[in-house]
DNA sequence: CTGTTACGAATGAACGTTCATTCATTAGTA
DNA sequence: TACTAATGAATGAACGTTCATTCGTAACAG
């Protein structure tokens, strides 16, 4: 067994835990055992569980941004890239359901308000799926394309719907399948063109 | 001093801690000190903490409900109700940042999940907001007015984006002013319309 | 090859803190 | 006086974090 065995138990039995029940629900001692490990072997990886938290955020951040540049249709017509991310979005946190749980929580505590606050007030200039959206804007707003409204509320309009029904998708009170994925960009859609 | 106004003092006083700061962040006995009571006073008014928090979801939806039925445009055109609705919840919790702070902690938390359930699965019969928009949905694709689309799926497009913007706003994110909200207001419609 | 030493990852009992809840006591009222 | 409401110190459970110790392994010496 390699350092980075023990490592990625920690991270998936972390992930896994808090997930299902919450930051407060998933005590360092009970992520340890889930890990097979020793409750002070996570200190040996993450300074605390500050810092354990924001680590598994980035970890996902990191794979969901790698999903929807690969194959980025650029230069394409703005309506064709905005259905290849929320498609790509959609899928992704649809067949990473595990991820999609933990995002929820994160954003929905202090650790995600501030790191959007820090996002909105320009704190890092990184690429990534974020990004790529805010673009499809300024561009479709610019070309006529799209309503003329704050940045933050088109995001609102487009991605707000798709969190909503995927986490009702879930818990299990809908079945989202490609047909009604379908449906629901297109509502998306309409709801920020002109 | 009456019986009541002590209890009015620990729910106004544990709504603006649970708002603030959450439920994990809004210890009983801090509770209590806002109160201006003793830590132990609360539990002669509620038999736990649960018990608490759920009387305060039910205090605000009562007074939510109660300001949407109020002037409801019943019998009017599809449209006209969903505009209705559509403002008067807005502008209830723009008006109410601290209930809307309060459900928002709630409604991502188990207690809101289950609270979620109970109601998807019927299992209370009270004609309230909630209700008001599944009825509204109902007629409007009988009408053929609306998309065809699981009345789950409405409510996000239609309820997703503002809750979105709402919470931006008490962030100091965006600014909600009245042609704004009549903007977003008509894009949710634009999603959920035919 | 064998025996010894040094290293550091891993351990888990223990610590200090925080919290919800209890209950013996007190204050207030009729 | 008799009864209820209010109190807040006390309780014990749960948590994040620490640290003295263990133990497998790698490096080295003979």
Not at 66 to 75: D, K, Q, R, S, W
Not at 112 to 132: F, Y
Request: hydrophobic fraction near 40%; aromatic fraction near 10%.
């Amino acid at each position: 067994m390699t350092n980075s065995d023990k490592r990625t138990d920690i991270i998936q039995a972390a992930m896994e835990l808090i997930a299902e029940r919450g930051f407060h629900g998933a005590p360092m001692s009970e992520i340890a055992q889930k890990a097979r490990t020793a409750a002070g072997t996570i200190y040996c990886y993450f300074e605390n569980k500050d810092v354990l938290i924001n680590e598994l955020f980035h970890e996902i951040e990191d794979k969901l941004i790698e999903a929807i540049l690969a194959g980025y249709p650029e230069g394409k017509p703005i309506k064709e890239q905005f259905f290849y991310v929320f498609g790509k979005l959609c899928r992704y946190l649809l067949t990473h359901p595990l991820h999609f749980r933990y995002m929820e929580q994160y954003f929905n505590s202090p650790y995600g308000i501030s790191h959007r606050r820090d996002k909105l007030l320009g704190k890092n200039v990184n690429h990534d799926g974020h990004d790529a959206l805010i673009r499809i804007f300024e561009e479709g707003i610019s070309q006529k394309i799209l309503k003329d409204l704050p940045l933050i509320v088109l995001a609102s309009l487009a991605i707000g719907p798709m969190l909503y029904v995927i986490r009702d998708h879930t818990l299990g009170f809908v079945v989202l399948d490609e047909p009604l994925i379908r449906q629901i960009t297109e509502a998306c859609w309409d709801a920020i063109k002109r």
